[in-house]
């Protein structure tokens, strides 16, 4: 192959590295260093344009939600497990990450493409939409729609910050306001005739904003991804530092129950 041909097999619009210069997407990093958050960067690394500074800080907001959720999650108890082992903090983190799938890590890809057809079917009421889509989720055998409901809290305290910034956006013209008018009819056919409410998780209340800020489903799983990393760093880097060697999923003193 000529240079060309193999200059052209990586060619990306992502960065151009070359000696001593760098840009990302088309903007010398120098440019960015001092002026831009990590939110912003993120945004223009993915989307090829700079965010407005209401966008970025709507992004920022649901990258802060979802930094951590204790040991009681698997990712964060991996991270810790594996950083017992004589390995090095970037297993630590790969190990959790991958952990990071459908049941633990996908729900906020999962209820942005709720929401998407939802709104996709709102030629009536986004009402009547919602009530349609939840019976065909049931229909094929959804247990848990995605985003909705939680195992530990009986009301995700992640939740109301995050809408009350949505609805700050969708006041001030930052975003349309439908994927969030979406996820509230959801919970308004799941709550009919309950006496205990399903509210909306933090999953939900994170892809309703990435919904608005325009990013598609997998990208939702993308960024919790970013998002938990820094949760997952903090955990392997604790653990590291006191000292235990192979550290169990349980204390030694607790004997698996035998099912032989």
Excluded at 27 to 48: C, H, K, N, S, Y
Excluded at 146 to 151: A, E, K, S
């Amino acid at each position: 192959m000529t240079d060309t041909e193999v200059a052209d097999w990586w060619g990306t619009a992502v960065s151009r590295i070359e000696p001593d210069h760098i840009e990302l997407r088309g903007i010398p990093v120098r440019d960015l260093i001092a002026t831009t958050g990590f939110g912003a960067v993120i945004w223009l690394m993915l989307r090829g344009s700079r965010p407005t500074g209401a966008q970025a800080r709507l992004l920022e907001a649901a990258l802060v939600a979802g930094v951590d959720h204790g040991p009681h999650a698997p990712s964060i108890a991996v991270a810790r497990i594996t950083a017992t082992c004589g390995v090095g903090i970037n297993n630590a983190m790969a190990s959790a990450i991958n952990t990071l799938g459908d049941s633990h890590g996908g729900a906020g890809q999962e209820c942005v493409e709720l929401l998407e057809e939802i709104v996709a079917r709102s030629t009536g009421t986004v009402e009547t939409a919602a009530a349609e889509v939840v019976a065909q989720w049931r229909a094929r055998g959804v247990r848990y729609l995605p985003g909705f409901g939680h195992r530990f809290h009986t009301r995700d305290p992640r939740r109301d910050p995050l809408l009350a910034l949505v609805d700050e956006a969708v006041a001030a013209g930052t975003v349309p306001g439908v994927f969030a008018r979406a996820a509230r009819a959801i919970e308004t056919v799941l709550n009919r005739g309950r006496a205990t409410p399903v509210p909306m998780n933090v999953d939900g209340a994170t892809a309703v904003v990435y919904a608005e800020l325009g990013f598609p489903a997998p990208l939702a799983r993308g960024l919790f991804v970013l998002s938990r990393s820094v949760g997952v760093l903090a955990h392997a880097w604790e653990e590291m530092g006191q000292g235990r060697r192979n550290k169990g999923p349980i204390p030694p003193a607790v004997r698996p129950t035998y099912l032989g």
